[in-house]
């Protein structure tokens, strides 16, 4: 099992490089229909072009269950062969953890590098981490993913079993690098502790100010959000996993101040042992008085990614905090929702339709807007500052405010 997490960059015995070609491959089973693995499988196309592969062919197959040793039929892995070898592809991705067996397997079958989903989100956050609390969850969260499938890696030592002395140093082997992965995880965990401490000194140095934290699916749009209300310079680019470290800023709207954090986006199938390991980068999340909700209400599975978001914000801790829910990108799903033929009445009718059946979905405060075009922000400043204020009245009821 290959234990490179770089992914995108295809080298060569040249200076000239090129984007790995990569091919998708996806499982109908359990409950997931059609539109669920066709949904899945271009996230996980966005995912690749985000670690800057390119994707050429996508292949699903409908099994009760994934096959124990190949993750998908003798047939299908004979079609996948055929085409990988054809069209000279690099990186053949599948959208579900694989074990350290599937791995090998498919590796000797293919002979290509194989990734799964959760090596290819972890490949990214590898790339994309800045900080050196970033760069240690991230490397956490590898060596976790790693340990127990390390016995994948001392499979071609079956072939050697009946060798005198070949399998005694064969278990030795793979005990020396546990070991080892044991102990980097230990010490990985003990660095983040002191870095908890140091940021947990930090938040308690901020005083008394509400606190208000930006959560959501990834690429929803949080980043540039967060660019508009607290008018700072928070990198933001179409995608995903664009911010990995929380950023804090102080936010006065009027004369009332309260510091408001962009967090780290969330996503299906989330690899547990990221979660596991940001767990401190999110504790402003917990810690926050209020949460903005932000949406990608122009893609077609935003409800289940507000479903995704709800459920790891229950994982948190964080599920009875007060939201608002900012429905954002209403320009792009003008573009992709209404016809080009349609009159100007018609429009604003079913936009208003639409509005008027989330809001009766959802208990917490809506707000439709555009954070790119800047559309709405007012309406969504106003009520942010309601919210907020209601907050310093419950911290501070004897104290007279005059924001």
Known sequence: MSTDWNVGIKQGSTLKRRKERAVLVGLIHHDYTDQDIRDHLDELKFLAETAGAKTKKRFVQRLPHPNSKTFVGS???????????????????????????????????????????????????????????????????????????????????????????????????????????????????????????????????????IRVALVGYTNAGKSTLMNRLSKSTVFAEDKLFATLDTTVRKVVFGRMPFLMSDTVGFIRKLPHHLVESFKSTLDETRESDLLIHVIDISHPSYEDHIATVNQTLQELGSGDKPQIMVFNKMDLYRKSAFDDLLDDQTREELEESLKSSIRKRFEAHCVFISAKEKENMNSLRSLIKEEVMKKYEERYPYQVKTF
């Open 75 to 209: 047939g299908k892995l004979e079609e996948i062969a055929e085409y990988v070898e054809k069209h000279d592809i690099d990186l053949v991705i599948f959208d579900e953890d694989l074990s350290g067996k599937q791995q090998n397997v498919l590796e000797q079958r293919l002979k290509k590098k194989i990734i799964d989903r959760s090596t290819l989100i972890l490949d990214i956050f590898a790339s994309r981490a800045q900080t050196a609390q970033a760069k240690t969850q991230v490397e956490l969260a590898q060596m976790q993913y790693l340990l127990p499938r390390l016995r994948g890696l001392w499979t071609h030592l079956e072939r050697q079993r009946g060798g005198i002395g070949m399998r005694g140093p064969g278990e030795k082997e793979i005990e020396t690098d546990r070991r080892i992965v044991r102990d980097k995880i230990a010490q990985l965990k003990s660095k983040l502790d002191k870095i908890d401490l140091q940021n947990t000194t930090q938040r308690k140095n901020r005083g008394d100010l």
